[in-house]
């Protein structure tokens, strides 16, 4: 059974930097893709940045040039550092991973974590 756990949310200044860490376990040595997907007080939890199974990373418009997804398959954790946040880029943090076009759609994950809250004010 494939289970996450999310780590590393703080309170931040605006413009500071922030590393999440994310354990995912249950995989056992098949390939997935990984993600972090944010969810903001009144909205719907949204996919920001997922790394494939390849390693290639993609990001939405919004994070793109200020966060960096990336993963250690050895130690089955994937991270996000995030750089210059803003206020909008608080939110609660999860990660998650699956095939990647059930991660990019968002059907079929796993059960979510508690995820990490990460607030951007000064």
């Known amino acids: 059974q494939v289970q996450v756990a999310e780590s590393g949310g703080d309170l931040v200044a605006p413009g500071g930097s922030l590393r999440l860490s994310c354990n995912i376990t249950g995989f056992n040595n098949s390939p997935y893709s990984a993600g972090w997907f944010r969810q903001a007080p009144g909205k719907q939890r949204e996919l920001v940045a997922y790394?494939?199974?390849?390693?290639?990373?993609v990001y939405v418009d919004s994070v793109r040039g200020r966060f960096t997804i990336f993963r250690d398959n050895a130690k089955n954790m994937l991270y996000l550092e995030m750089t210059s946040l803003k206020p909008e880029d608080t939110a609660v943090y999860y990660c998650?991973?699956?095939?990647?076009?059930?991660?990019?759609?968002?059907?079929?994950?796993?059960?979510w974590g508690q995820g990490t809250q990460v607030t951007v004010s000064s």
């Open positions: 998650n991973a699956n095939r990647l076009l059930s991660l990019v759609i968002g059907v079929n994950l796993p059960s």
């Open positions: 790394v494939t199974s390849a390693g290639s990373p």
